[in-house]
Every structure is written in C-alpha cells, then in structure tokens.
C-alpha cells in the first residue's frame, strides 16, 4: 500500500470515527441515561408547553402498548433550577387529537416520598396518534407538558 | 294404549323431522330447538352435525410468494398483532372458571328450558350453536321480546364487558342478569337456586363443583344462583372457535414460511392489508380478538328510522356501578382485584351517550345480521355503510370522530369481506355443544 | 318627581291571578299529550327573560335589557306594561317572573339581586333577598317558582335553590357549588311539582337535578349533548302533572321527562331563516305553563319572541337532531392581532382563528373541549391575543381561571385548516395568585385585554372588579368594587387601554420615570363607561413599579337612550384620538364615541335591528384590526361585519342566510 493510499485510509477512518463521536456527542436524542445513584431507568425529557419546567418521564414496561394498563414515573424539575424534584402537584390525562376523545379509565397518580410521581392505569384503547398530558400544578398555575405517542 | 303411545311418538318425531327441514327460523323452530333440548339427555342420541352459514365460492386464487414476502415490516407488525387468539384470561371474579367440573354443570344449565318463565326456551334459544351461538335474527324473540340483536357467545371470555353496553363486568353476572329478567329468561335467582337444588343431577354436578350442596333457602338461594351462574361462566369460556385461515396465515407469516402463507387466498389477503393499511378497521378492531374491548358510536341509525334512543355505554357505566354482581361487590371471588376494580375508574361522561361494545369479527360471517339492533343484514350492507356514511347520524361539537368515508370500490368491498369470511374459526369440539348425557 | 315604579297602564288587571307553574289549584285539569302545535306569538321584546301565565291565560313577560314587565293578553293584545327601576334612571334588570294563588307577581332582579314583589297593580310590596353570600342572600336570581306558601329561586351565583315564605323570611337552602351529586353550577330556573319535588335547571352542569320535598338530594340526569336526556344550556324549567319541561336552548327544543328523568317528547324544530318563528324554535330560553296545562310558553331571548303552544296530534314527532355543525354562533369577546381575529363560539365551546389577510376571512383552526380539567372549558367569556401575538388568553367565567393556548401555524405559506394549531400552555386561577383581595366570590373573569405596557387587564363580574396583573402575571392592582357611582361596576362587559400621556413623566435626561394607561370598562348592567388612569413608577432597569396611589377614577360616561334609561354598552374598542367604538346589544346599534362621550357616528337601526349592511342584532364584541378597521360581533345576526375607522362597511361573513341581505344589496 502507498503511503499516500495508506495516509487517505486512516484519515477516512478518523473521519467516520470523528463523525461518530460528534454524533454520540452531540445526540438530540432524548433517552438518556440517569446517573443518579439507585436508578437506571432511562427517560424521555419533556419540556413543559411554557418553558418552566422540565420532565423526566419514563417509559412503561413494553412501551406505550394499546389495550394494556401502562404504568412510569414522571420527575418533575424547574427549568431554572433542574437539581431537584420540585415540590409540585401532577395531573395525567391522554387524547387522541384526530379522533377528539380521551381515555376511558382515569389514571392513577401517587406522589412518592423522593418527589418522583408514579402514574398507573394509563389505557390507551386505541391504535394511532395520542397526546399524553403531563399538568405540573404549581398554586395558581397549571402548566401542561405533553408526549406524542403512536400507539400501534 | 301401546298404539296408542306409540301413534304419539311417531307423531313427534314426524313433526319435528318436518319442521327442522324447513330451514327458516320460526318460532317453531324455536320450539323444536327446546324440543331437542328436551330430548337431549337420552343417551342414545348423538347430538346433530352443526351446519355452519355457506360461504360464496369462487375459484381460490393465492397470492404468489413475491406478493408475500414483499409486505412490509410495519404491515407484517400490525398482522401479527391479531392473532394468535390464545386461552382467555381466567376470570378472577369467578373461582370455577377454569374448573371442568363446574363447565359441565353450566353446559347443562345452557340447554336447559327451565331457565325460562315458559318453560321452553333455554340459553340455547338465543344462543343457537348452529347459528355462531347467535340467533340469526335481527330482533330475538326469546320469552317476551328484545330491542338488542343477540350477540354470539364464542370467545366471549376474551371480552371485558358484556351487552352492548357494559352494564355487566363479568361472563357469570351477564348471565344472572338475562336469568333475571323477565323479558329474556326470567326465572331468577330464586327459579334459578331451585332447579338446582331439586334437580338429582343438578345437586350433585353442583356438589362435584363447589365443594357443597346447593340450596334454594332465602338465605342461600343467591349464593347458589350466583354459583350457578359462575358454572355457565365457566362452560361459556370454553366455547372457543380455534384457529381460522387467517389465523394459520398469520402464523406462517410469524414463523416466516412464506410457502404455507401463500396458501391463504389473495382476496383475503388484500382485504386483510386494507383493514391493517387504509381502511383502516383496526382502530377499533384490534388485536387478537379483533375487538378493542372498548365503546364506540358508528353513527348506526336505529332500526325503523328516526333518533337514536339508546343511551349506551353512557347508562351502562351507571347500571354496572350499582349492579350487586359486578366483580368488585360482595359476590365476586376477588373483588378487591385490580381486575374487579376497574370499574371504578372508568371515564363516565356523556360523551359516552349511544356508545355500544366493539363486537369480535371472529366468525362475524356466521353471525349476520349485525349491528346492535340487527340492522345491516349481510356483510356487504356494512361494508357499504362504512364506505359512504350514508345515513349515519353524526352531530358535531359531541363525541368523538374517528370515522370518515372509505370510498371503498366494489373490488375493495369484494376483498374485504372475503378477509371477514376468513376470520371463520373451527367449532368447539362436539361435547362442548348441546347438553352432556345424563349420567347413568 | 319619578315614583319608585313607573307605571302605565291600559287598563287595570283583574283580580285572583292564579298561580303558574305548580299544579296547587283546586280544579286540576288532566295531563296533556304531547306538546308542538303552535299557537301565537309575541315578538318585538326586548330581551326576554321569562314568562308566567295567569288564570286568565294572560302572559306575564319580562324583559331584562329594559327593566319592563309586558303582559300580554291570551288574543295577543297587550294589556299592560310597566318598568320596574332600582332607583330613577336605573331600570331592574328582571330574569325569573312567577304568579302566587293570591295575585302577587315575583320578579327576580339581577341589579339589585332581590326577589321584588308586586301586586297586580305593579306598585311594589316588598323585597326579598339582597346582594350577598350569606344564607338568605341573593346573587345573580334567576328563575323563580311559587308554589305552596314559598318562593324557591334559583339563587345562580350562589349556586343554590334559596328558599323564602312568601313574607321573605329564608327557610333554607338546597344545593351548593359543584359539580358532583346535588350540588349546582350557576342554576338558571327552578320548578316544583305537586309532591313539593324541587327541579332545577343545573345549567352550569347541563344537567337537571331533583330534590326531594324534604330537601334531599333524589337524583339528577344529564349531560352535554344533542340526544334525548341530554343538554346543551338547559336554560328554563317548568313541572306539572308528572312531567318535567325543559327549555334545552342550545339544542333549540323542549324536552318533557317524567318525574324521574325519562324521556317522554320533545318539540321544536331548529330555526333556520332569520328570525323565524311560527312554531319554530332559536335558543328558547324558558318554557311556562298555563294554570290549566294546555298551554306551554316558550321565550327566546335572542329573538325578542314569545311563542305558545298547545297539543299536537298522536301523529307529531320528535324533531331532528340538530346539526350544529353550521351553527356559527359566535358571541362573547373577540380579538385581532396582525392578520388573525379570534373568536369564541361559548356554545360549543370553541375558539376560532380566522386568518383576515383575504377578501373573506379564512378559518384557520378551530379548538376546544367541554369539561373541567385543565386544558378545557366550560363556558368561554372572552378571547384575547398574547402581546406576541403568537397564543391566545380565553377566560371561563365558571372555572374561575384564564387559559394560554399557544398557536403554530405551519410556516410554509400554504393557506389550511389546522385542527391542531393550538397547544394547553398553562392556565392561572386568579383567586389563587397571591395579593388578590379575597372577595365573598370566586373570581369570574369574563373581558381580558392587553395593555400597550404588557398588562393584564381582567373583568371579575362576580366583584364588580378588574384585576391588573404586571407583564410577569403577578398582581398589581384591582380597580373598581361593586355597586352602582363613580368608581363602582356592576358587569363589566368590555376594556379598552391606552396609554396615559397624563401619567408620563420623564427625568431631566429625557428617561422615563412614570407612565400609565387609561383603562376605560364598560359595564352593560350599570349603563356606564367607567374610567381609571393607572400608573406606575419605572425603575433605572426600565422596569415597572406600581404604585398604589397612581390609581385614579376619572369618572364615568353614559349614553342617554330615548326612554329615559342610559343604553347598555357591551363591546368596545379604541376609536383614536381619545374614541371609542362601543356596541350597544340593547339597542341593536354601534357607536362612535368621541373624547368626551359624544356620539360622531351611529351605526344600525336604533332598537329594531335589521340583517342589511351596518344593521345590528345583538352586537358584542368588537375588536380593533390594525389600521382602525373594527370587526364587530353580530351575534343575533350569526355573522361578522367589518367597517373601517370612518365607520364605512368594508365586508361581512357568516352564516349564508344572514349574509344574503347584504350581498343582495351589492
């Protein structure tokens, strides 16, 4: 091999390395992992529709699946202060935008003793497009964050 | 006297060779289906071949292999996503619903006329295994009379609710309720409790399945007509329609034997890809049973015209809630279950007004006419409805809006119906139809 | 000088008026069939209220934009007519009407929240209830049913059923605020029948509730919708012989149930054709019957009309469904930012955006649904664009709170119906913000409006008030209390802000030290313009401090009307130079305003209303276009009209049959 043909082989290679590690870097993908101690369960970051907070929500077991009782948690943080759980109360609800109708069973929310919200029941009866809604109630705002999800 | 008897039972069964000839269902047909469940504990007799619907049959064209293996990934995802059908979820509401002995106490319990006011008509008269476990009418005429098609009972332990609008939550209150109402069944808990109890047969296939004897006493007699109907549950559940041609398709397809999956016939499998792809039916008839479990309105104008009536799901909600029966009151067998207590958190609200259950389209071929009030007669009339929305009643600002007209073509019509056609299951074996022999 | 009642008579009202609605007379008729067949009508009212029916068939009609009671013969002619007024000048504004067996008319009174009695001769006899929450007291009486020795009325603000002997003494209440078993929303009509079972038209809850004789909570039935047994506004309520009479207005029908909710028949076809009538039914509002029950009564407010029916044959059926797809009801406030106007349809409920950048504004999306929760509504009162213009502000009187919708229009230029333009942003319960005054009520917030600083002006109509929030959405400041003088509102309906040159100062270095807005409040009860100047100091940061002291009233404005009563102003917007555009629902006319309160223009045909161009029925809203150009609400009208600063008819839209007047005479 010529060393010119060599030179152009490694610099192709730190390329695509290169590229590589931008991408990873640079990812706006929003699973991540949680380094907090005691926790692995990866998330989806979800800003709140006014800017002021900011959520971790993960995903149930098996995804958001139709016809089955979903369950995850939601860290509610502020945006100017992401340190810690705020001390605020939530509200969870689903919509399906095309069809105008919500879900046929209420979730259920218990706020834990760490701050983080555990919802349960969430039934997504349906195949297609649903809005999740996430309501951080912090007296006397009521401020909504909302998922997309495609349902299969 | 002996030509005399003998002159009677030639007349009989003379009349009733005749009548079950006739072939049209009348209410004499009625009466002789009750005959036959009269006549059903003889040992001798075998029951009778069950006659399924006929379906058209043109030439079979299959698809090619090609064809097969070029869906795609996302349509194969959502074709697997019907099927297989699988055991239904054992009801935990009802501690027998697995158990084989208290299947067999409710199997006899179906065929059997003394359920009814009358005497003569039993489950089975609305519940016809010849006709899908459905009654082919559009309105039933059992005891007095209807406003509600009947709805077949195969499968129907993969359901979560029950009449179509949910007023009951459990397979074994369901029955309870047409027991109890005299303008279906009508004998009762109480009619219910002694037939049981007095019957030889019935106390000890009771004894055999509950551990202890029945007893009509006004303090027993609901618990043993909730028993009761708990073993009706139980033999319900097993009425099972086993695999279908689109069932064996979809497993080939699962197992990737793309030969076995070419035998499925090719008007079935573009009716399939219409109803996973642009016609989109899964919304509502999802997964395996290919019913959401859930309430919708199609806009279905009530039969004879005029403003719908019927409150639906809405009334449902308030009926179950305050139903003795329903899985989280005092006669279920878990009713602190997270199963049980679902009813209290469902959405009630009037949006919910004139919503009825989605129906299974497993076997819908052998179950015409459809609709909540028997309105569409054939296939094709609800193909056609679904394709323009004619005359549906739709009102905006109210309830939601999932439907809009498919514009579907007479071949797309054609294809889909062959797909429903090929959501035929197998029968439930022989002796899980029609009452079981009496015991020696 | 004026008496307390002004009276004019044609001639004197017999004696032994029987009572409506309740069935407490010796010689009981039987039961009637179904109901439908039109009989007559009364039109030319001016907002209707409710009606009762005497022993003489005699129609006992009140008009609440006028303070009048009509009685009207049962061969149609009127009898007589009189205005009832709190004090000279200010008429009543009098909603629930009812007969007892000894002759006493009871009118309920929204201005002063009283329950006035008078005698046939209409001289008054005494007051029952007065402004408050306390138990015995009255806010916003509606409807109201005697029977049996005591006076029931739906106490709407309260949400309650307040229940006086006839002498006014308070025996007790029935229900309280919400939404669960036995309690009540804003409760617009009460009836009861002979068991002493109490109805009542839960409106707030589209519902109807029962309680039983001895007060308890029976059962209710109900819900938002258009199917048999369900609502849309159920509005008014009679009781009689078994049957219950529902006045449904937003479905345009009367529904009739049994004492237990079922269904029993319904009757009115929607009115299509403007001001149709003849049996034919748009937002009837309240259903009577007469003493004997062969007669039912239905008001429509909207239309000015009274229309009576009697039986229809065995062969009547119930109406269709309506479509209110079509129904393009708009009503309440409306805005303009750029080239987007947006407007509330309360009854569906909606919000629409329309794009004005075409000859004919184009909807762009429409969103909005009824319930509770956050991110719905129950019944919107206004809509107001963000300063960025880029989400709107609507106010739901019964929630107590103001929603932030934001609004994406996709940025590829292609003109489109968007069903899911806008987003739930936030919504604020403006009773929990820190630093409001606490109130005997909850906030209801109805007009909103941008100052030119970025605040946030918001009509309270259940305190006579409006709450001034900073640009950050904290509180600053209320203006006004309730009451009727200088400084007080009764229903605040609309606000225009400016700013107040009169309030800037600047430094020696030209830097601005103060500033402030003139914020003018149209308050449609109280017959006024009130006027504050606000100010505030500005910091070296530039930002703003308010100061207390900096609040002045600067008085009031009125607009004389021809009967001696000032007219009702609903709708404002900014008119330049110190002008106002002001619409008078009242009166069917849109004015021009200058600086001092003078009319310079005049649009519409003074109190007749009419479809052609610049004629009015029901005017709300208005708001200011860039360029002066002002949309106008023509709510009775189902359209919009435009007209440009000179008050020359630039374009209308709506619904078709209403436009064709206009483009006919193109």
């Known amino acids: 091999m010529s060393s010119k ?62 016809g089955k009782p979903l369950a995850f948690d939601v860290r509610v943080l502020r945006a100017d202060d992401p340190t810690q759980p705020a001390t605020v109360g939530l509200l969870v609800d689903a919509d399906m935008p095309e069809h105008l109708h919500g879900t046929n069973r209420v979730p259920r929310i218990e706020r834990r003793a760490d701050g983080t919200f555990r919802v349960e029941n969430l039934y997504l009866h349906m195949p297609g497009w649903w809005e999740v809604f996430l309501d951080v109630v912090e007296s006397p705002w009521t401020e909504r964050a909302q998922l997309r999800v495609e349902v299969e | 006297m002996k030509r005399l008897v003998t002159f009677v039972l030639a007349s009989a069964v003379a009349s009733w060779a005749v009548a079950s000839c006739a072939g049209r269902n009348t209410a004499n047909d009625t009466a002789n289906d009750t005959a036959r469940g009269a006549l059903s504990g003889t040992a001798s007799e075998s029951p009778p071949a069950i006659s399924t619907e006929p379906a058209p049959s043109p030439p079979v064209d299959r698809p090619s292999v090609e064809l097969v293996a070029a869906l795609d990934a996302l349509t194969i995802q959502r074709i697997l996503r019907h099927g297989p059908l699988g055991a239904p979820a054992p009801d935990p509401t009802n501690r027998v619903a697995t158990s084989l002995e208290a299947a067999h106490l409710g199997q006899r319990l179906f065929y059997d006329p003394r359920l009814s006011l009358d005497g003569f008509h039993s489950c089975a008269s609305c519940h016809m295994p010849t006709r899908g476990f459905a009654d082919g009418l559009d309105l039933p005429v059992p005891v007095g009379s209807s406003d509600r098609h009947v709805p077949s009972v195969l499968n129907a332990a993969h359901q979560r609710w029950f009449f179509w609008d949910g007023r009951a939550d459990s397979l074994w209150s369901q029955a309870l309720a047409v027991i109890s109402n005299p303008k279906e069944l009508g004998v009762g808990r109480p009619g219910l409790a002694r037939l049981v109890t007095h019957d030889a047969i019935y106390r000890a296939e009771y004894r055999a399945a509950f551990g202890e004897d029945p007893s009509d006493a006004p303090t027993d007699e609901d618990r043993t007509a909730v028993n009761a109907a708990k073993a009706i549950a139980a033999y319900e559940a097993q009425l099972e329609s086993g695999d279908s041609a689109f069932d064996q398709f979809a497993g080939a397809l699962a197992a990737n034997d793309l030969d076995a999956a070419a035998t499925y016939p090719s008007d079935a499998l573009r009716g399939l890809l219409l109803f996973v792809g642009r016609a989109n039916c899964r919304s509502c008839h999802a997964g395996p049973n290919f019913s959401d479990g859930e309430f919708h309105s199609i806009g279905m104008a009530p039969r004879g015209g005029g403003k719908p009536s019927h409150p639906g799901r809405m009334r449902g909600i308030e009926i179950l809630r305050a139903d003795p029966f329903r899985g989280s009151g005092p006669w279920s067998d878990a009713p602190t279950s997270e199963h049980a207590r679902e009813v209290d958190a469902l959405v009630q609200s009037s949006e919910q007004w004139g919503q009825v259950r989605t129906p299974s389209l497993r076997n819908v071929a052998r179950t015409a006419p459809y609709m909540s009030e028997g309105q569409k007669a054939t296939l094709r009339e609800i193909l056609e409805y679904y394709s323009t929305l004619e005359g549906a009643v739709t009102v905006a600002h109210h309830g939601e809006q999932v439907l809009k007209p498919l514009a579907l073509s007479e071949g797309d019509m054609t294809d889909l119906e062959a797909f429903l056609r090929s959501l035929d299951g197998r029968d439930p074996p022989d002796e899980r139809v029609w009452a079981p022999p009496k015991p020696r | 000088m004026v008496h307390t009642l002004l009276v004019t008579f044609a001639l004197a009202l017999g004696p032994s008026i029987q009572e409506s609605g309740g069935a407490a007379t010796s010689s009981r008729e039987p039961s009637v069939g179904r109901f439908g067949a039109f009989l007559r009508e009364t039109s030319g009212l001016a907002a209707p209220a409710s009606v009762a029916i005497d022993e003489e068939g005699r129609a006992w009609i009140t008009e609440s934009h006028t303070g009048t009671v009509r009685v009207v013969a049962s061969d149609g002619v009127e009898a007589a007519r009189f205005v009832l007024e709190v004090v000279p000048g200010l008429p009543r504004e009098p909603h629930g009407i009812a007969i007892s067996p000894a002759g006493e008319v009871f009118v309920a009174d929204a201005v002063e929240h009283a329950v006035v009695v008078i005698d046939g001769s209409a001289l008054r006899k005494r007051t029952i209830g007065k402004r408050g929450a306390a138990p015995g007291e009255l806010r916003e009486p509606r409807g109201i049913a005697v029977v049996g020795g005591k006076v029931f009325v739906a106490d709407s603000g309260n949400h309650r059923i307040s229940v006086f002997a006839l002498d006014g003494k308070f025996e007790r209440a029935l229900g ?155 009503e309440g406030g409306c805005d303009v930012a750029g080239d987007l106007l947006a407007v509330l349809e309360p009854a569906g409920p909606s919000v629409s955006i329309f794009d004005l950048a075409h000859p004919t504004p184009i909807e762009i999306t429409r969103f909005g649904r009824s319930g509770p929760s956050a991110g719905k509504f129950l019944v919107p009162a206004d809509v107001e664009f963000d300063p960025d213009g880029k989400s709107v502000w609507i106010s739901d009187p019964l929630l107590h709170r103001i929603s932030q919708y934001s609004l994406t229009r996709k940025s590829d230029g292609i003109l489109r119906f968007d069903p899911f333009m806008a987003k739930f942003v936030r919504a604020l319960q403006l009773d929990e913000l820190p630093g409001v005054p606490a109130t005997p009520w909850p906030t209801e917030p109805t007009a909103l409006e941008f100052g030119p600083d970025g605040r946030m002006y918001v009509a309270d109509r259940a305190n006579g008030r409006v709450l001034v929030l900073t640009p950050e959405m904290t509180f600053e400041r209320a203006l006004g209390s309730v009451g009727t003088g200088q400084g007080k509102l009764l229903e605040p309906t609309a606000i225009v802000v400016e700013p107040d040159e009169s309030a800037r100062a600047v430094d020696k270095d030209g830097r601005t030290i103060t500033a402030g807005a003139r914020v003018r409040v149209a308050d449609a009860r109280g017959r006024k313009i009130e006027t504050w100047s606000c100010g505030w100091e500005i910091d070296e940061c530039g930002s703003a401090a308010s100061d207390g002291n900096r609040t002045r009233n600067l008085g009031s404005i009125s607009i004389p009307g021809p009967s001696g009563a000032d007219r009702r ?98």
Not at chain 3, 254 to 269: R, T
Request: proline share 5%; hydrophobic share 40%; with cysteine.
């Open chain 1, 5 to 66: 043909n060599l030179r152009a082989r490694i610099a192709a290679c730190a390329l695509v390395l290169a590229g590589i590690a931008y991408a990873s870097a640079t990812s706006r993908a929003a699973t991540q992992e949680n380094a907090a101690a005691g926790e692995h369960a990866a998330y989806k970051t979800v800003r709140s529709n006014g800017g002021r907070y900011v959520l971790h929500v993960t995903e149930p077991e098996g995804g958001f699946v139709r």
């Open chain 3, 176 to 330: 309280r605020r919400g939404f669960g078993p036995g309690e009540l929303l804003a409760p617009n009509d009460v009836a009861v029948d002979a068991s002493g079972r109490v109805f009542v038209a839960d409106l707030g809850n589209q519902r109807i509730v029962r309680f039983e004789a001895d007060g308890s909570f029976g059962k209710s039935w109900g819900g938002l919708g258009p199917f048999a047994g369900l609502f849309h506004a159920p509005c008014g309520i009679a009781a009689r012989d078994g049957r219950v009479f529902v006045a449904d207005r937003d479905n345009h029908r009367i529904q009739v149930f049994d004492k237990d909710g079922q269904p029993d028949h319904e009757w009115g076809v929607h009115a299509v054709r403007p001001r149709e009538g003849g049996g034919k039914l748009h937002y009837p509002s309240d259903v009577a019957l007469a003493p004997k029950g062969d007669i039912a009564a239905v008001v429509e407010g909207l239309e000015g009309r009274v229309q009576f029916f009697g039986e229809a044959g065995s062969t009547a059926s119930d109406p269709p469904i309506v479509d209110r797809s079509a129904s393009a009801h708009y």
């Open chain 3, 569 to 666: 102003p609903f709708g404002m917007a900014a008119a330049g130079a110190d002008g106002l555009w002001v619409s008078l629902e009242d009166a069917n006319l849109v004015l021009r305003l200058d600086g001092e309160g003078r009319i310079t223009t005049t649009l519409g045909a003074d109190g007749v209303g009419g479809l052609g161009k610049l004629q009015w029925f029901h005017p709300q809203g208005l708001a200011r276009a860039p360029g002066g150009s002002i949309v106008a609400i023509d709510a009775g009208n189902h359209r919009f009209q435009v007209f440009d600063a000179q008050g020359v008819f630039r374009t209308a839209w709506g619904s078709r049959l209403f436009l064709e007047p206009i483009l006919k005479a193109k």
